[in-house]
């Protein structure tokens, strides 16, 4: 259509793909505005913007751009690949957590996540949400703080050359071992009820139907894997990896959450200027004593 026409006539050309998928619809959302700003084209799209649980299931909220802007777009979104809002800009963005340096910092009586499960909670406690006290709440790492002047004044930045932190975020597969342990000791319990005579076999069709699934959720728990944590990547990694084949960040160790990505990639960060900063103040040192030294001293 000519109206069609008119609009991307400065956009880019070819399909759309898919550049970044999200667990946080809002982290998509802010990745198109920065697309947007720099001319770009882009579109989100969730799969079951409904349900988010059902949206999680169906591959997360999807950021899709033209075929010929992908190049521009990897390149504005290589510092935090998926998540524009962990680049925060050089100058003091109001209150900032003290535990990850990021500004989604909020005066709240209850931190609530955006699902139905928060939104039914919040309806049935708003009486007593009325007698919490107001703390801030970092929805990010979901550290939880009074003092605003606490966190840093600015996010402790990487410099050119320094590797980019992620993290092996461990998974487990114990909700698919309770699921065939429970489908396993039902059955188990048809078979043991048909074979053994009622009474000798109550008891022990109670216990495979009891036991079965336990002994699943601790196989499930035991069976562990791991993914990225950068927001929007989540690629399977294997042991051998010491960085993400697809964002290409280095792995710095092990996270159990995701919120905890942000806490260890501020560790990360604050380490690592430490460690310059010690650097720095040995070559000063020594630089201090080479001065001092008299002229004609040997090495």
């Known amino acids: 259509m000519p109206y069609r026409d008119k609009l991307n ?18 982290a998509a959302q802010m990745d198109r505005t920065l697309l947007s700003a720099n001319g770009i084209e882009s579109h989100v799209f969730e799969a079951a913007s409904y349900n988010p649980v059902l ?14 802007d992908l190049e ?34 909020f005066h709240e009586r209850l931190r609530l996540e955006g699902t139905s499960a928060a939104t039914a909670l919040a309806i049935l406690a708003a009486p007593l949400m009325l007698f919490l006290p107001r703390r801030w709440h970092c929805h990010k790492c979901g550290h939880v703080w ?16 320094d590797p980019r ?44 139907l ?24 989540r690629t399977a990694l294997t042991s051998d990896r010491s960085e993400c084949p697809r964002c290409s ?9 995701a919120d905890e990505h942000y806490a260890a990639a501020a560790d990360f960060r604050r380490e690592l200027s430490a460690l310059r900063a010690a650097d720095q103040a040995r070559e000063g040192e020594t630089k201090k004593r080479r001065k001092k030294r008299p002229a004609g001293a040997a090495g």
């Open 165 to 208: 932190p992620v993290f092996r975020l461990r998974r487990a597969h114990s909700g698919m071992g309770l699921f065939l342990g429970l489908l396993a000791g039902f059955c188990g319990a048809l078979l043991v009820t048909a074979a053994l005579p009622r009474d000798a076999g109550a008891g022990l069709a109670s216990a495979v």
């Open 72 to 105: 521009r777009v990897e390149r504005l979104l290589e510092v935090h690949p998926g998540e524009a809002d962990s680049n925060d800009d050089e100058e003091a963005a109001g209150v900032r957590c003290p535990r990850c340096e990021l500004a989604y910092c």
């Open 9 to 26: 006539a400065d956009s880019g050309t070819g399909k759309l793909i898919t550049v970044r998928r999200y667990l946080d619809p809002v």
């Open 55 to 68: 949206s999680g299931a169906a591959g997360g909220t999807q950021l899709q751009v033209r075929e010929s």
């Open 249 to 257: 960040g280095a792995i710095a160790g092990v996270v159990r959450s």
């Open 210 to 233: 009891v036991g079965a699934p336990f002994v699943g959720w601790a196989v499930g728990r035991w069976w562990q894997y791991d993914l990225c944590s950068e927001p929007g990547c």
């Open 146 to 161: 009074d003092d605003p002047k606490e966190g840093p004044a600015a996010m402790t930045k990487l410099e050119e050359g």
